[in-house]
Structures are given as C-alpha cells and as structure tokens.
C-alpha cells in the first residue's frame, strides 16, 4: 500500500488563474455529471511524475476516487515522447479503450503529457481516435478543472495545446505520492536542444521559478512530515539564470539546506556543460545534500558529443567526476546513456565503455537511439538496429559487472534507510533508499514507513542491496 498524504497542498504562487480554477473546482465539488472515479497512467519521467501529482490533487478535491483499472467513469493517460515506444503504447491502449467505451459510453477518456504537444499526434488522435473527450498540453495542465467542466456539458472532442507557457501557474491542490517526500520543481523546460531530444519542443524554453515561492513550499511541505526534496528540472545546473535577480543553483541549495525537518535533498537532473565549481563545493559542505550524483554521460566519444549538441567532451566529464569524488569521498554516480546515436561505430560506442569502465557507475538509464521527428539527429545517417541492440546488450552487461563490484563493497556495512513501501513482492519487506540511493530491502512492518531506520546490509545483487535492522541483529 502506498503512503498518501490525504491533504491538498497548496503551492505559493497565486495568480488570478489559479484563484478562477480553484473557483472550478467548488463548482465541479456539487456537479452531479462529475466523474466519481478515476484511472491515472503516468508515463516518462519525473516532470510527468509531479504533473500527474496535480491532477490527482485536481481529482481527488472535486471527490472522484482513485481507482486500480482503466475501465470507469474517467480514464486519463499523461503520456511520454521521448522515444517511439512510448507512443505506440499509448496508440495501443486506445485501441483497448475503443471497446471499453463501447460498453461504458459515459466513460470520458483525457489525454494530456508531452506527446499532446507534437502535431501529427493531434492530428492522428483526430481522425482515428474519435471516442477521446479530452486533450491537453504541458502548458496548461493547471486549467485541467476548467477542461473538465468543458468536456461535461459537451459530446465533443475538447483539444487545448498551446505552443508555449503563458505564466506559471501553480497555487493549485496537489496530492503528492508520499507524504515524507517530495519532488519540486524548480524549473520548467530546456534550452539545450540536444540533437536527439524532443524535450524543448514540448516542454518549451528554460523558466525558473522565484527561490522564494520554491523555499515557502519546502517549508509547507516539511512543516507536513516531508523529510526528503528532490529538486526537479531538466537542468538544473543553469537553475535562475533568467530570473530578474539571477541566483545559482549552489545558491538555492543553500537556502534549501537551511529550512527545518528536512533531512535529505536531492536533485535532478544536471548536464555538464554548466556544473560550477560551486556546486561541487556546496556538495562537499552541505551534509543534507545526499552524496549522490545524476550526471548524463550520453556518450563517451567526443565526435558523438558534438553531433548530440552536449557542449562537452570525455576529458572534461571526467574532470568533473574526478572533482566529485575527491569533494564528496564515496559519491554515488549515475548516469543516462545512448547507444545506437547516428553514426555510431564501435570505435564510438567503446569509448562509452571506456568511460564506464573508469567512473564505475553505480546505476544508468540506458537507452536505444530513438528517432523524434522534427529533432535534428532524426535526419542523420542511422546505424542498423542490430548492431545498436548488440552494443546496448553489452553495455548492460559492463553495468551490471560494476554494479555488482560496487555493491559488494556495501555488505556487513549499516546504512540509513527512508523506508518508502511495502515490498511489492513480499508484504513482510519494505523497500527504502539510502543517502547513495541505493535500493535496499528489509524485514519490517508498515508503521516503520516513513521513518529513517539503521539497516545492515547482509546480501547483495548488482541493483539493490537486502538488509536486516540493525537493532534486530544486535
Ligand atoms: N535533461 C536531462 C539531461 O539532459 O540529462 C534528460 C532528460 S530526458 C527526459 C532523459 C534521457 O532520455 C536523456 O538523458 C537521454 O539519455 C534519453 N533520451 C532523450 N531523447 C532520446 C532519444 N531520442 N532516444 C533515446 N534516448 C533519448
Ligand atoms: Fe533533452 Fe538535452 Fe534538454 Fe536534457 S538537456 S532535456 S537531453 S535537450
């Protein structure tokens, strides 16, 4: 069972939009057209993760409940554009939702994420997917209850994409997965456009939010229980650089660092082409800071590094982790790479090994090269797909090779554990991170959820660690 924090939150920034969404929302409270429950998929990353949070907060405050199957009174899907497959599985699901409908024609289906933002999706969805009620963007997910009464009191298809953010929009409820942690975002989308990424044309230009509103809904959600932030942007390494008063990120994470009950910040996701020096001191002198490092690799081969737009080469990656670890002794490091990227040879591709081998990751996303039309490297000469899947089985292998060494180094040692949930296999374990963020499994009962417990890890395996509580064994 998941831990829910039962209470609306409501963030700092008001607007008069979110003061008229708000006023949505008590209308939508005593509707009786209004859905009583709700199914909600989220795919892709950790933005979708926060965003679908808010629509949950939306939903649940007008008094729908959350429920298990995509088969009820409203069924929403916040989708992900990052590669191929994710779309196909949404196109796939629609097929399914086709027939659902048939015998529940009351159902409304919504669409919403970043693959609302692409044109041929709009246009696909338009002309074979005739049963959605709803579609939006990722500009204006806060005008999701003004939507939703819309798609009430009409039969029609409701589409609202913008092409870019108006304002920042925020003071809406939102009901966050866990009530000990939380994510915020300290920023919205990016300015890199790296050749591959098909994030800054649906996610649009870098806006960061004011540090203050940040650090007023730090200190709401510790005064509420939460014990861990994560800080969420696509970039945060160039966090405030378009504010008026322009701040760093080492900055902000020294105002974080100050803010009482909060025991462990983390943040995500850094590109270094703008790690500062003063970021990796406010590493090594921020003891809440946890010691661990999201730092995309991409590619080791500097010719791929060029082609993909990152801004930097292998020496200077390694530089930066040679840094990290002499500032932050025993840092955790964990990356993204692709594999597949055009033109890829295997000169290339073992360059990436190379870099692997020498930082010793301790976990990765790893991804196959997926065209995104419209995105540069979509037009660039492809490599063929068994080669990529060959390369990319490789890769994993290496991974899981020092994923294992690295871990080994963990056993006997006691390390302090966020328990977050029941084990999803076994109802007697519970599954937390560690300050290196590293999975672990013990023995132990729900009420222990919630709470930092001392764990002495007893076994390994190359992705998490299994414990048993220190003073169990004592
Ligand atoms: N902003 C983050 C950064 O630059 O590190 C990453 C955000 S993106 C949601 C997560 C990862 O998806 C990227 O780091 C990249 O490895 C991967 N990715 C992005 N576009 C891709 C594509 N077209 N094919 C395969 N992987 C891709
Ligand atoms: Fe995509 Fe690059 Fe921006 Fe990350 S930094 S979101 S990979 S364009």
Avoid at 357 to 379: C, K, L, M, Q
């Amino acid at each position: 069972m998941q831990a829910i924090n039962p209470r609306p939150l409501y963030e700092n920034e008001g607007t008069e939009q979110a003061a008229f969404q708000r006023a949505v929302i008590e209308q939508l409270k005593s509707d009786p057209r209004r859905p009583k429950s709700f199914y909600l998929s989220t795919m892709g990353c950790q933005m979708n993760a926060r965003d679908s949070e808010k629509l949950k907060g939306i939903l649940l405050s007008i008094g729908a409940r959350e429920v298990p199957e995509d088969q009820e009174d409203l069924v929403i899907y916040n989708t992900c554009c990052i590669r191929e497959n994710a779309e196909q599985k949404v196109y796939g699901r629609l097929g399914y939702l086709k027939s659902v409908k048939r015998k529940n024609p009351g159902m409304k289906i919504v669409l919403c994420g970043c693959m609302m933002q692409e044109d041929t999706v709009i246009e696909k969805i338009k002309k074979s997917y005739p049963e959605v009620d709803l579609i939006f963007g990722t500009y204006n997910l806060y005008r999701f209850p003004e939507l939703l009464q819309t798609v009430l009191e009409t039969k029609d298809q409701i589409i609202d994409i913008w092409d870019k953010q108006q304002e920042i929009v925020e003071d809406l409820p939102s009901v966050r997965k866990y009530s000990f942690k939380a994510s915020v975002n300290i920023m919205y989308g990016c300015d890199n456009f790296c050749t591959y990424c098909i994030v800054p044309y649906v996610r649009g230009r870098e806006r960061s939010r004011e540090p203050e509103n940040i650090v007023a809904e730090i200190k709401s959600l510790a005064e509420s229980g939460v014990k861990e932030i994560q800080l969420l942007g696509q970039n945060v390494n160039s966090y405030g650089k378009g504010l008026e008063n322009p701040i760093s990120f080492a900055k902000l994470l020294e105002m974080v660092h100050q803010i009482d009950g909060i025991e462990r910040i983390r943040f995500m996701t850094s590109h270094p082409k703008d790690l500062s020096d003063e970021l990796i001191e406010a590493m090594g002198k921020l003891p809440k800071v946890c010691p661990h490092f999201h730092l995309p690799l991409q590619s080791g081969s500097d010719r791929l590094l060029k082609a993909m737009n990152r801004h930097y080469d292998q020496e200077k990656y390694l530089n930066i982790v040679r840094k990290l670890k002499e500032t932050v002794p025993g840092i955790s490091l964990t990356t993204d790479i692709i594999v597949g990227f055009p033109t890829e040879t295997r000169e290339d591709f073992l360059e990436t090994l190379k870099v692997v081998r020498e930082v010793r990751f301790d976990g990765a996303f790893t991804f196959i090269y997926s065209p995104r039309i419209g995105t540069p490297a979509a037009r660039m000469q492809q490599v063929p797909e068994e080669e990529s899947k060959k390369n990319f089985a490789e890769l994993l292998k290496v991974l899981e090779e020092i994923g294992e060494e690295n871990n080994r180094q963990w056993l006997g040692r006691t390390v302090l554990v966020l328990a977050e949930e029941q084990s999803k296999n076994d109802s007697t374990m519970l599954s937390g991170r560690t300050p290196h963020n590293q999975l672990v499994h013990f023995v132990g009962g729900p009420r222990l959820i919630g709470q930092m417990v001392e764990v002495t890890i007893t076994e390994t395996t190359p992705f998490y660690l299994i414990g048993k509580q220190k003073n169990l064994l004592d």
